[in-house]
């Protein structure tokens, strides 16, 4: 199983260039998030979606938008790369259900973003 | 406002001896934790987890406690291995945050041959 998978792993854009970075899940999921990886921040939701069609803002959206047109796939937009973006974002995928079960995320690679 | 907070940036242990791991949070309403452990150019892997109406749960060398009344939380590792060598986060989820995990900022343990 592929599980979660992200492209690119490197990227080095410039301020006010555009990209669409992607991510993949084939295990079914219908819960999908987006994170960002700072130092000395942890991890922070950008946005997530808890199915096909339905988005929603995390702790730091802004700059970023995403789109679920189908359950396997969630892609994050920036639509004018800032020097602020630069960060390493992670993608996840879950079960819906929080907090009743052993549930868990499970995470891609990483994208590795620099704006210049 | 940082509803997870993990106040020890780095740990240093040796082989063998134990690995103490601490996590605090602010939101009583979290109901769910979890402990990822992520290494260098990887993405994060799921540890261990623990429900809000347990105070314990143990997997192998892993144990995460929950002392609700402190709102803490703490992983042990014993013995601890040169391979636990990893950045640890620890992570939160309430029933209203329905797909939404609040993360610690990370502790980079090192265990020392």
């Known amino acids: 199983n592929a599980g979660v998978t992200q492209t690119p792993k490197f990227q080095v854009l410039k301020t006010g260039q555009s990209m669409t970075l992607q991510c993949a899940q084939d295990?079914?999921?219908?819960?999908m998030s987006w994170y960002r990886q700072d130092p000395g921040m942890g991890l922070r939701l950008i946005h997530y979606s808890v199915g096909a069609g339905i988005t929603d803002q995390g702790e730091v959206p802004n700059g970023y938008n995403v789109s679920r047109s189908t359950t396997e796939d969630f892609p994050l937009r920036l639509l004018s790369a800032a020097p602020s973006q630069t960060s390493v974002y992670f993608c996840a995928s879950s079960t819906q259900l929080w907090g009743a079960t052993n549930t868990e995320a499970f995470f891609g690679q990483g994208t590795r973003l620099t704006v210049v | 406002d940082q509803q997870v907070k993990q106040n020890s940036p780095s740990l240093s242990v040796q082989e063998g001896r134990i690995s103490i791991l601490n996590c605090d949070y602010t939101n009583s309403m979290f109901d769910y934790f979890l402990w990822y452990k992520k290494y260098p150019a990887e993405g994060p892997t799921f540890l261990i987890s623990?429900?809000?109406?347990?105070d314990k749960n143990e997997d192998g060398r892993f144990t995460v406690f929950l002392n609700k009344s402190a709102k803490h939380l703490s992983l042990h590792i014993v013995p601890s291995q040169p391979g636990d060598s990893a950045v640890y986060f620890c992570?939160?989820?309430?029933?209203?945050?329905?797909?939404?995990?609040?993360f610690g900022q990370g502790t980079t343990l090192q265990v020392k041959p």
């Open positions: 992570a939160a989820s309430a029933p209203s945050n329905t797909g939404k995990l609040i």
């Open positions: 295990m079914n999921h219908e819960y």
């Open positions: 623990i429900s809000s109406i347990k």
